[in-house]
């Protein structure tokens, strides 16, 4: 937005009322009987998924008590990533092109799905004839996107409290876990075989098990938008961590920002940005903020000298490779220039020694990885 440079310098006669911000009331609720008939719809469903949105990230004990009572898979947007411990055995990480397949395949083999605090924009994953049950506190987003069975207009929270004492504990369905559980299984296995490869230049699956390795378990990640961000959804398992990410992986430049947000906000937190060398490129002199205002932010940047997201774009729609690729500076060296600390990594072996050094340090810390150019992270489609 912009205005002509004297309208700010001009007197008002009357009080101008500014609201903080937009705020839903924090204490909606569905009818009882809409509730009761919510309950009943998914009582009488076998195979049951739930996927969790930004609205249900206070809720993570309701949503592990709901999928122990139904044996439900558990998936969830990239925003509300690790919102639940993501090693229990119903978590199947984040839905969509940026997670692992076991969430698509979940929600593939479902007869009924249950939206928490999200809209939904994966219908290409859905399979025909899937029963949808939608709860959300915004009313214009229940059913904006697919057509519902059954919505609930409320908190995620105050909802999940009335709706979960009524839904009856079910007998695990084999078939639809099993298959499940098979996916997750393979999934793990190449999380395991990224925390081995040593290969050079660096992969960025054994980087991300690298940070897994060394951060806190009470740990906020920042995640910045790029080839790196599908790497880290897909690969990094929640244990107790909490990520924040751009809505709808939109935003190159967020890490960073939010880093230092973060922190103001939790200055005893570990807070970690994990960002590209394009994202970092836009807003690094911020650095330089951490750097003055002793926030301590710990800052990860995949240096590959490309926008592999782009480049992949420009290969799917057949198009030449064209301005991807780029010199970087010295990252570490800039870090260092503005008093912070700084570390070039080109060895994986080093990288565990230097992550435990940054992350234990009581200053702003940039660790610089030179990354393998040519890896890049798959997307998740439909499984069939």
């Not at 903080?20 to 009582?43: C, G, H």
């Not at 081995?196 to 660096?202: C, E, G």
């Amino acid at each position: 937005m912009s205005t002509p440079t004297d309208i700010l310098s001009e007197k008002l006669d009357e009080k101008i009322f500014i609201p903080d911000k937009r705020v839903f009331k924090a204490d909606v609720m569905p009818d009882d009987e809409d509730i009761s008939i919510t309950a009943k719809l998914i009582n009488k469903s076998e195979k049951v998924a739930i996927f969790a949105g930004w609205g249900a990230r206070h809720s993570g004990d309701l949503l592990v008590e709901l999928a122990e009572k139904l044996k439900s898979p558990i998936a969830t947007t990239s925003r509300v990533k690790g919102v639940i411990n993501e090693t229990h055995r119903y978590s199947v990480g984040v839905l969509g092109s940026i997670g692992p397949k076991q969430s698509a395949q979940a929600v593939k083999n479902c007869e009924l799905l249950i939206i928490i605090g999200s809209g939904f924009r994966q219908a290409n994953l859905l399979p025909p004839g899937i029963k949808i049950v939608q709860i959300d506190i915004d009313a214009t987003r229940v059913a904006k996107t697919i057509n519902v069975d059954m919505g609930l207009v409320g908190d995620a929270k105050l909802t999940l409290q009335k709706l979960v004492p009524l839904i009856e504990e079910k007998e695990v369905n084999k078939d639809f876990i099993d298959g499940v559980s098979r996916i997750k299984e393979e999934h793990l296995n190449e999380i395991k075989t990224d925390s081995t490869d040593l290969s050079v230049p660096i992969s960025p699956g054994y980087i991300i098990q690298a940070i897994k390795r060394n951060v806190s378990d009470d740990a906020i990640l920042c995640v910045d938008v790029g080839d790196h961000t599908y790497w880290f959804y897909k690969k990094f398992v929640c244990q107790g961590q909490k990520t924040f990410m751009s809505a709808n992986i939109a935003s190159m430049g967020f890490g960073l920002p939010a880093s230092l947000s973060a922190k103001l906000d939790f200055p005893d937190t570990q807070v970690v940005c994990v960002t590209g060398d394009g994202g970092f490129a836009m807003l690094m002199a911020d650095f330089t903020t951490a750097v003055r205002e002793d926030l301590a932010i710990k800052v990860i940047v995949f240096n590959d000298g490309k926008l592999k997201n782009i480049k992949k774009e420009q290969a799917r729609d057949n198009y030449p490779e064209f301005g991807v690729s780029f010199p970087n500076p010295n990252f570490a060296e800039f870090a260092r220039s503005c008093g912070g600390e700084g570390y070039r990594v080109e060895d994986p072996t080093e990288l565990d020694g230097i992550l435990k050094k940054a992350f234990g340090s009581d200053r702003s810390c940039l660790v610089e990885i030179i990354v393998d150019p040519e890896k890049m992270a798959p997307g998740t489609k439909r499984v069939d």
